[in-house]
């Protein structure tokens, strides 16, 4: 059998973290594991080492496994966009637009290409950890499922069910899952977690007995609150719903929160940084007038959220802020809204059509089918970089002769204005890259704390991995997948 499944009584109950966490244990075990998730939702997308795409948890699990992503880690991606669509990806490459009422007739034919890429993953390894999607509970979804039970049932693999406790009501979740899933789908799940339990686990005992007599599971364990998870990537824009407490940071970066945001992970090393204090704007509220810089965000539907921004009064917010001599940098889609045209003549993201841009940068961009996915390394800021590129559409103009970057293949990315207030680029991840996150931040008179990113990542990883060994029976797990003990 060699795999396990874990879904969740609901979404954001913990299954990515748990799904890493447990991909890293495994890993520092001496095991070959590889994560899985048949069907993703999310803008939130890491470019592969094949050339295609994925979702970030997908990616954040690879790097868990010490191993490089892959689209067969995520055969099918949904990216929403504007109007109830979403983009569909398959194999990692745009394969159309589908509206929210014909996705349940479209994706019972992925099947088949779900399991193809699951049956090579697990020709390449020991183990391959699979994550669900959302909750087999929402009962009205199972019909040509192919994110949890669907998935489960045709490729025979266990789950293993999660409950959050820390949002109450873990009995009833854990339980009433049980209650209203089909028979047959019940007997795939083996047992069952309680994650995100704050004080002492000792408290819930009878709690945790309860469910195991009314749902006639076992239990796994008790997963205490991860304080570590702060410090990965978060998947999900849900996380931008709770901001967090203002801080008394020395300098202020502000971002406004975007309907279709994208790859807004690509903020978290600035987050990090204790001299600084980011602040994402929600719907309602002004862009802060005493911010030092305003970052447009990645998008997964630009002209949709252009307009958004407009809505909001945000480019109002921003045109006081460029005036005032205060600096913008635009990432990805924020860089087309920089410029001063977006036309988008054959309707990839909506209707044909053209719109005027925020006019800070002296650049226009055509969106087009074609989609660039690749990993670039180069120099921006007299700094040396590494990012990952993956957009739709050209962008040119006088201000591309000041680009932001020189890439290592000779190609230049992005544009600075003339006053060098304004930047805008198609790189993703750059701002992980310890000396230009440095460069960025003394431009805007502060000091970086010299962090390196992606080793503070890797670290939450062992820490997570370290809690999961101490509070679930991961032999039993592992046996449950078809390995015995391997401890």
């Given at each position: 059998m060699t795999a396990l499944m874990l879904q969740g009584t609901g979404s954001d109950v913990g299954k990515s973290v748990l799904v890493a966490g447990l991909c890293r244990a495994l890993s520092n075990r001496g095991l070959a594991v590889l994560p899985f998730k048949p069907q993703n939702m999310s803008n939130n997308a890491a470019v592969t080492v094949d050339g295609g795409e994925i979702g970030r948890a997908q990616a954040l699990q690879a790097i868990a496994c010490r191993a490089e992503p892959?689209?067969?880690?995520?055969?099918?991606?949904?990216?929403?966009?504007?109007?109830?669509?979403?983009?569909?990806?398959?194999?990692?490459?745009?394969?159309?637009?589908?509206?929210?009422?014909?996705?349940?007739?479209?994706?019972?034919?992925?099947?088949?290409e779900v399991l193809e890429s699951f049956g090579r993953l697990r020709a390449r390894c020991d183990v391959v950890l699979v994550e669900g999607a959302g909750s087999p509970a929402e009962i009205n979804l199972r019909a040509g499922d192919i994110a949890n039970m669907g998935f489960a049932r045709a490729a025979n693999v266990p789950v293993v069910l999660i409950g959050d406790i820390d949002r109450g009501g873990v009995i009833a979740a854990i339980v009433g899952t049980r209650a209203v899933i089909d028979p047959d789908d019940a007997a795939m799940i083996k047992g069952f977690i309680v994650n995100k339990f704050r004080g002492d686990p000792a408290l819930f005992a009878d709690g945790y007995r309860q469910i195991e007599a009314l749902s006639g599971w076992r239990g796994f364990g008790v997963v205490p609150w991860l304080e570590a998870a702060a410090r990965l990537p978060s998947e999900d824009a849900v996380v931008l719903d709770r901001p967090d407490r203002p801080a008394s940071g020395k300098l202020r970066i502000a971002c406004p929160i975007l309907p279709r945001i994208a790859n807004f992970d690509d903020l978290d090393p600035l987050k990090a940084e204790s001299g600084v204090e980011l602040v994402m704007v929600p719907p309602g509220q002004p862009i802060p007038a005493d911010a030092t810089l305003v970052v447009l965000p990645g998008s997964k539907a630009t002209i949709a959220d252009l307009a958004a921004l407009r809505r909001e009064g945000w480019d109002v917010d921003i045109l006081a802020h460029a005036r005032r001599g205060g600096a913008v940098l635009g990432l990805c889609g924020g860089y087309q809204m920089l410029g001063k045209r977006i036309a988008d003549p054959e309707g990839i993201e909506g209707p044909p059509g053209a719109v005027e841009g925020l006019g800070l940068l002296d650049v226009e961009t055509v969106l087009g089918p074609a989609k660039a996915l690749r990993h670039v390394r180069g120099t921006a800021l007299g700094a040396n970089l590494e990012a990952y590129e993956m957009h739709v559409g050209a962008t040119d103009g006088p201000d591309r002769a000041r680009p932001l970057a020189v890439l290592e293949d000779g190609r230049s990315d992005g544009a600075i204005s003339r006053d060098g207030r304004v930047i805008g680029t198609y790189l993703h991840g750059l701002l992980a890259s310890t000396d230009l996150r440095a460069a960025l931040l003394s431009r805007l008179g502060a000091r970086s704390d010299g962090t390196d990113h992606p080793a503070t990542v890797d670290a939450a990883l062992d820490d997570i991995a370290a809690v999961l060994e101490q509070h679930l029976d991961i032999d039993a797990m592992l046996a449950l997948a078809g390995l015995g003990n391997a401890s």
């Open positions: 892959h689209s067969d880690m995520n055969p099918v991606l949904l990216k929403p966009q504007a109007d109830r669509t979403a983009q569909l990806v398959v194999a990692g490459r745009m394969r159309g637009t589908l509206g929210a009422a014909n996705f349940r007739e479209a994706r019972r034919p992925l099947l088949p």
